[in-house]
């Protein structure tokens, strides 16, 4: 497939087909790895690591909002 090279702004940009980009479930903003090749441009979705809900915590340093949380009482139509 061929593609015109465009001024953008101050930069060059392709546009990338819609059927591609849903194929490889790319949406705007996402972020694409690019590589040279030898002579190829190369184009890619990066792997995304999968972080476990333990090592998220880790990370977290805000406060508990669950020691805070109440049921409360029913109201309207969640009383049954």
Same mark, same amino acid.
């Given at each position: 497939m061929e593609?015109?090279?465009?001024?953008?702004?101050?930069?060059?940009?392709i546009r990338i087909p819609?059927?591609?980009?849903?194929?490889?479930?790319?949406?705007?903003?996402d972020i694409l790895n690019i590589e040279l090749d030898d002579? @190829?441009?190369? $184009? /890619?979705v990066?792997? @995304?690591?999968? $972080? /476990?809900?333990?090592?998220?915590f880790k990370k977290y340093n805000g406060e508990n909002l669950a020691k805070n949380f109440s049921w409360d009482?029913?109201?309207g139509k969640e009383i049954w």
């Open positions: 593609a015109k090279l465009q001024k953008w702004g101050n930069s060059l940009g819609s059927n591609i980009l849903k194929t490889l479930n790319i949406k705007t903003n002579d @190829k441009i190369v $184009i /890619s990066p792997q @995304k690591k999968k $972080i /476990s809900l333990e090592e998220r009482e029913s109201v």
